[in-house]
C-alpha cells in the first residue's frame, strides 16, 4: 500500500468533520444551504487549523453533484476530484513560493476561463505568511 502522509490522511472531509472551528462551519453550512456562497473567502490563522481543509470542504460542498444539505457526499466524481487534488477547477497555489509576476499572469489567465467540470471554480492561494503564521484561501469565483 502506497504511503500516505498523515494529515492527507486524516484531513477533514466534511464539514462535521472540522474540530475547533464550529462557528466557521456553521456559517458555512448556512451560506451553502441558503445557496448564498460569497465570490471569496478569507481564512487566516495559525498553521493546522484547518484552514486549506475548510476551503477543499467549501469547494466539495458547492461542486457536488449529490450534496446533503451542506455537505458534500464525498462521493461522486466532483468530490473524488477535489478531495484527491486532481480537480481541473481546483487551483492550488503555494505563493509563499509562487509570487513572481509570471505566477501571477499564470493565475490570471487561468481564472478567466469558465469551469471544465464543476460549477464553479475554487481557487486556494496561500500566502507566504502562511507557513508561519497566516494564510489565505479564496474557494468560489
Ligand atoms: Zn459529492
Redesign the pocket.
Known sequence: MAYQTLYLKYRSQRFGELVGQDAIAQTLRNAVEQGRVAHAYLFSGVRGTGKTSTARILA?AI?????KGAE?????A???EIASGAAVDLIEIDAASNRGIDEIRDLRERVKYLPAVCGLRARDHRTAQDSADGGLALPAL
Not at 63 to 67: A, G, H, I, K, P
Not at 72 to 76: A, E, L, R, S
Open positions: 466539495k461542486n457536488c453533484l449529490d450534496r458534500p457526499c464525498g462521493v461522486c466532483n468530490c473524488v
